[in-house]
């Protein structure tokens, strides 16, 4: 009987598993074959033999490629005219301005990849809205507008704008499609409009199309609105001007601050501003080459001056910011008054170079797209089109793009001098930039390292089950190693520095009347300054003594917060700054290159001390949007060099435009550098 009963026990089961167990398979055969399943790039692909150009469409990332040489065709033995060299040009007026580099070739653009950042010349033939339930980043173009072999050859592929409309909200991803086309008889976009369902764009006598899908599909309770675009000429009817009009690009922005470089926004917004809620979002779009200014090649004055701003912890958010701890009154639109802020400053100061120390957003969820972030984040500068650098914090990279993408935005912001570095490092944004002599010679006379210091080491399961951040990173050996090879590199020059005044050997030699022939010189490497965000463990140590007073060498505002080093250290002031000195030679005094560091992080720590000879300077919070202290006025440093770059002073200048701790670091003044054996 028991027999019985398991033999029926079991033949139920057989029936009820078999069925679901097919069941399964054929659905993961499904899911397999449709969503995860991805071709194998051949080489065909890699090649991507252009449907629509005579040449091979090169997959070459024109944004992550070291700056281009110029190819010297005549004898490399003889020698070469330096640039600027006459009476009316400035050997930096002669550097090329083109915003791209000029050994490209723009007609061997991608069209079938959304490369917003490239500048694109070619223009677009269709737009179409889709919606997708399940993302791109999972499925791929599997949602793409419908389209045959034929459309394909003659209109272009579609392109997904890899931007989703309902990314605050909304039922489905909703994404922009575009086709962009290189051939001469297919009319092209010239035009965009937003409008309500119940109207169309005037003139009605236009050729303008409406996408059929809304906008704003997918979101509750929105009245739908649609996009419309205008076909206008093809391009063999187009004259130069109508060429330069042409719409190349689309793209969306989230928030309510200005679009990149380079483009408009469609009006009204697809998703209104709900304060605390949404963020508003707008279809943006880029007619012609935008062309991007750059920034000429850092120099000294023609009196030896060069003046750096630093710009310490913006904290900038997708929103226009929200303000914190100040006596501001009222405060709102914290990013906005920020800018303002630093615009003043920037008129005030009048800065050859500004460098961002990091945090220039503020993650902890709300810079959760970053590239809305960074179209305005330097917009002080670019506005006044001051040379600027950056440099990674530990918030930076908390929510969306990585460093590495992040970098290659700010790249292709106006005035940029923003490099990658090394890729086989710890970091993204390891490198430097030098500041040369106004005069023809070209000398270098000040070198500026810029390190990536990390975002926050390994984390611990805590008792939730989550891992979470417990410690801030720090620089690591192979990037101490990288400083010392860089600081290798460095020429000694004879210094102090005296400018060549005379143009060529056939012209009469003058001087400077007020130059006065020095008394001491010596053949050591150039001043050098040093910027990443964390700050060291030892700008938390013992501080050097003044000989001359007695005081000790502390300047400035501390201990109003805790220590914002790391915990653990590869040794890069011991091992890396204090290794690589000015000199080699045995009366070289073992005085350090890098004469100081600046860092950001600590928002009301704001003092500079030398440790070993080393100045360890902190920026100060700059921006309403970062923490702060009642009291504690929003402040920027700066950092003034001159002869030439023998003499290096500090001082901070306060959103009351008070002038704070100017004291000479370095230089005639400054205090004597410890004694060697």
């Known amino acids: 009987m028991a027999a019985f009963s398991f033999s029926r026990v079991g033949r139920s089961m057989r029936g009820i598993l078999l069925p679901t167990a097919a069941v399964i398979g054929f659905s993961c055969l499904l899911t397999y074959f449709f969503i995860l399943y991805q071709p194998t790039v051949g080489p065909g692909i890699a090649q991507r033999l252009g449907w629509q150009a005579w040449d091979a469409v090169a997959t070459v990332d024109y944004f992550d490629k070291e700056p281009s040489r110029p190819t010297v065709t005549s004898d490399p033995e003889e020698p070469q005219p330096i640039p600027g060299n006459d009476d009316e040009t400035d050997w930096w007026e002669t550097t090329s301005n083109q915003p791209w580099d000029t050994t490209d070739d723009i007609e061997s653009y991608p069209l079938d990849v959304w490369a917003p950042l490239l500048p694109h010349d070619t223009g677009l033939s269709e737009i179409a809205i889709t919606r997708c339930m399940m993302p791109p980043s999972l499925v791929g173009d599997l949602c793409a507008p419908p389209t045959t072999v034929e459309q394909d050859a003659i209109k272009g592929n579609w392109v997904r704008v890899d931007r989703d409309l309902n990314k605050q909200a909304g039922l489905w991803t909703l994404n922009i499609y575009y086709r962009r086309t290189r051939r001469l008889d297919i009319p092209l976009i010239t035009d965009l409009r937003l409008l309500p369902a119940n109207e169309i764009p005037e003139p009605v006598t236009d050729p303008w199309v409406k996408v059929d899908l809304s906008i704003r599909d997918g979101i ?52 209104l501003e709900k304060e605390g809620q949404l963020e508003s979002v707008y279809v943006t779009y880029r007619r012609g080459v935008q062309s991007v200014p750059r920034a000429h090649p850092l120099h000294f004055s023609r009196d030896g001056k060069f003046k750096i701003l630093q710009v310490a912890d913006l904290h900038f958010s997708v929103s226009r910011g929200v303000c914190r701890e100040t006596d501001l009154d009222p405060c709102v639109n914290s990013d906005n008054l920020t800018n303002t802020l630093l615009g003043h400053v920037l008129d005030e100061e009048k800065p050859d170079l500004v460098v961002f120390s990091g945090d220039q957003l503020n993650g902890q969820g709300t810079s959760w797209d970053p590239k809305s972030v960074l179209a305005k984040f330097a917009a002080a500068a670019t506005d006044r089109k001051i040379p600027w650098a950056a440099i990674f914090g530990n918030h930076d990279e908390e929510n969306g793009d990585v460093k590495q993408e992040q970098l290659r935005m700010m790249k292709a912001l106006p005035y940029s001098m923003v490099q990658r570095g090394p890729k086989d490092i710890h970091g993204v944004g390891n490198y430097v930039l030098d500041v040369k002599s106004a005069d023809a010679s070209m000398t270098s006379l000040l070198t500026l390292y810029f390190l990536d210091s990390g975002s926050y080491s390994s984390g611990y399961l805590d008792w939730l089950g989550y891992f979470f951040p417990t410690e801030y990173d720090w620089i690591h050996e192979d990037q101490i190693n990288w400083f010392l090879q860089e600081s290798s590199k460095i020429q000694p020059i004879e210094r102090p520095f005296t400018p060549d005044t005379g143009k060529d050997f056939g012209s009469i030699w003058t001087r400077q009347a007020d130059q006065i022939t020095p008394t001491t010189r010596k053949l050591a490497k150039p001043n050098a300054m040093m910027f990443f965000h964390i700050p060291l463990q030892e700008s938390y140590g013992t501080v050097d003594m003044d000989t001359r007073t007695g005081q000790l060498l502390d300047i400035g505002l501390h201990d109003l917060e805790e220590s914002g080093a790391a915990k653990k250290s590869d040794g890069m002031f011991d091992k890396g700054l204090k290794k690589a000195l000015e000199s080699g030679h045995v009366t070289g005094g073992g005085i350090p290159e890098v004469k100081v560091v600046a860092n950001g992080h600590c928002h009301i720590t704001e003092d500079c001390k030398r440790v070993k000879d080393i100045w360890l300077c902190f920026g100060g919070g700059g921006s309403y949007s970062g923490y702060g202290k009642i009291g504690f006025d929003r402040r ?18 306060t959103e009351k435009d008070e002038i704070l701790n100017s004291y000479i670091l370095a230089g005639p003044g400054a205090p004597l550098f410890n004694p060697r054996s």
């Open 636 to 653: 920027f440093r700066i950092y003034e060099i001159s002869d030439y770059g023998e003499t290096i002073r500090t001082y901070k200048r």
């Open 220 to 271: 509750m309770r929105a009245e739908p609105m649609y996009l419309w675009y205008l076909q206008g000429k093809t391009m063999n009817e187009m004259n130069a001007e109508e060429k330069a009009n042409l719409i190349t690009e689309v793209d969306v922005l989230f928030g309510e601050d200005r679009p990149w470089y380079g483009f408009k926004k469609v009006e009204p917004a697809v998703t």
